[in-house]
C-alpha cells in the first residue's frame, strides 16, 4: 500500500530503495539526522549515509521535527534513539493523522502497534533479478523440427535482443543447440576458436562459455557475471589477447578499483608508482596467474599494449582515436555513478567488456544492492543492439571452490 505521508525512521532513508519522490511529505526527526551525522565516516555504512543527507537537502517535501513533548514512550527506555524517534513519529501523527510510521525495526514497528501509532514495516528488499543472458527451453524431436522448419524468425520467448537460447532435448537431457536472438531474427551459434601466443588456446568447457566468447565477437559491450571459479577473466583475456595479437586492436586498458577484500585487514598503501602498485595488488596477482609472470604484464606496459588505470584516475581519460579493448574487472565493487563514468569514457573505436559477481562477491556495503552499478548497467543495456550480457553458472577451479560456494 502507498501512503502520501509518512515519518520514516533512520533505517529507512538509508536504504537505497527509498525514494521521496513517492510521497506527497515525509517527516524525520532531528534525532535521525544526528544518527546520520555520526554514521557518515562509518567504512560500511558511511557512503549510504553521506547519500541519505544529500537526498534529505534536495528533497523539498520533507520536514525535520526538532521538538517533542509526547511523554507516552516513558513506558519504553527513555533515553534510546529508538524511543525518542518514536515519540516524534507520535507527536506528529497527532498533528496530522494522515501521517504513518515508516520503519525497517521489527521492535519498532511492535512498540509504535502498542502506542496504537499507525505503522508500516519498510521492508527494505532489493528488486529481485535473474536475468542470466540466456534461456533453456526443452524441445522433443517434433518441436526442435518444427522449430527448424518455421520458429526461427520467431520471438515466442521473448528473448531480450542479443539474449541467447540453449535448446535442451527432452530425449538426450542435454543442450543440443545454441541460438541467439538479434535484431534481424534467430543467428545460430557456432563454437569460435580463441588462440593467442601468450595465453594459448582456450578450451571453452560449456555452452554458456561459448556464449560468453560469441558475444565478445559479436557486441562492443559484453558482460560476463559469475562466481568465483567461473571462468570470467580467462574467457576475458583470452579474448583480448587474441584481439590484439591478430592486430584488430592495439591494447588492452584495464580499469581497476582496487579495493581491499570484504572484511580483510588493510596493509597499509604499497610503495612504487602507479604500476607498480597495480602489479603488487589483487589485479596484479590477477594477471600473474594467467600470463604466468609479472615479467610479462611489465613488457606489455611498456610496450604500450597494457594500461592499468585505477577508478581515482579515469575522469577526463578518453579513449578516442584508441583502438583498445577496455577491461572492467570486479565490476561488482562499483556504484552506479562510478560505472558510469567508466563507460563515459569508451569510445566508438574500443570495445568494452565488463566482468564481476554482484550476487556474492561485493565487497563494500556502498555497492550493495539496488546502488550496484554492474546490476544497473545490466538493467539499462539489456535488449541494446551493441550489448550482450552472459551469467556463467559452473565453476571450474576446483570442487573445493565449488562446494566454498555452500559456506
Not at 544526528?34 to 560500511?44: N, P, T
Not at 555504512?45 to 541519505?52: E, F, L, M, W
Not at 568465483?228 to 583470452?238: P, Q
Not at 610496450?303 to 584508441?322: A, C, E, M, V
Request: charged share 25%.
Amino acid at each position: 500500500m502507498q501512503y502520501e505521508k509518512v515519518f520514516i525512521d533512520t533505517n529507512v532513508v538509508l536504504s537505497p530503495t527509498f525514494d521521496f519522490n513517492k510521497y506527497k511529505k515525509v517527516y524525520i526527526a532531528i534525532t535521525s539526522i544526528e544518527e546520520l551525522d555520526g554514521l557518515k565516516y562509518d567504512e560500511k555504512i558511511g557512503y549510504q549515509a553521506r547519500k541519505a543527507i544529500k537526498s534529505i537537502i534536495k528533497a523539498n517535501n520533507v520536514e525535520v521535527k526538532i521538538n517533542h513533548s509526547f511523554s507516552g514512550t516513558n513506558k519504553f527506555f527513555e533515553h534510546k534513539n529508538d524511543n525518542i524517534i518514536l515519540a516524534f513519529a507520535y507527536e506528529t501523527y497527532t498533528l496530522d493523522n494522515e501521517c504513518i510510521f515508516l520503519t525497517d525495526d521489527y521492535n519498532l514497528f511492535l512498540k509504535a502497534k502498542a502506542l496504537n501509532l499507525p505503522c508500516s514495516l519498510f521492508e527494505n528488499k532489493d528488486k529481485e533479478d535473474n536475468y542470466t543472458g540466456w534461456k533453456i527451453i526443452e524441445m522433443n524431436e517434433v518441436e526442435l523440427a518444427n522449430f527448424y522448419e518455421n520458429e526461427v524468425k520467431v520471438n515466442k520467448w521473448d528473448l531480450h535482443i542479443n539474449e541467447y537460447l540453449l535448446i535442451k532435448s527432452k530425449e538426450e537431457n542435454k543442450i543440443v543447440d545454441s541460438w541467439v536472438w538479434t535484431d534481424k531474427g534467430f543467428r545460430h551459434i557456432a563454437t569460435k576458436r580463441v588462440n593467442s601466443n601468450l595465453l594459448g588456446k582456450l578450451s571453452l568447457k560449456d555452452e554458456y562459455q561459448v556464449c560468453a566468447i560469441d558475444s565478445m565477437f559479436h557486441n562492443k559491450m559484453t558482460m560476463v557475471k559469475g562466481k568465483a571459479g567461473s571462468g570470467k577473466s580467462l574467457l576475458s583475456l583470452s579474448y583480448a589477447i587474441s584481439m590484439i595479437e591478430k592486430g584488430v586492436y592495439d591494447k588492452l586498458i584495464i580499469f581497476v578499483n582496487n579495493l581491499p577484500t570484504r572484511n580483510a585487514v588493510k596493509i597499509g598503501f604499497l610503495p612504487g608508482s602507479k604500476d607498480e602498485k597495480l602489479l603488487d595488488s589483487q589485479i596484479g596477482h590477477m594477471l600473474g596467474c594467467k600470463f604466468g609472470d609479472k615479467s610479462i604484464i611489465e613488457q606489455m606496459i611498456h610496450q604500450n599494449k597494457l594500461l592499468l588505470l585505477p577508478f581515482s584516475d579515469i575522469r577526463g581519460f578518453d579513449t578516442t582515436n584508441s583502438k583498445a579493448i577496455v577491461y572492467i574487472t570486479e565490476a561488482q565493487n562499483l556504484d552506479i555513478s562510478l560505472i558510469k563514468l567508466a563507460i563515459q569514457r569508451i569510445s566508438e573505436d574500443c570495445q568494452l567488456i565488463i566482468d564481476g559477481d554482484y550476487n556474492s562477491q561485493v565487497d563494500l556495503q556502498a555497492f550493495e544492492g539496488n546502488n550496484n552499478g554492474m546490476r544497473r548497467v545490466s538493467e539499462v543495456f539489456r535488449g541494446q543492439s551493441f550489448y550482450g550480457e552472459v551469467e556463467l553458472p559452473i565453476i571450474y577451479r576446483s570442487k573445493m571452490a565449488e562446494w566454498a560456494e555452500k559456506l
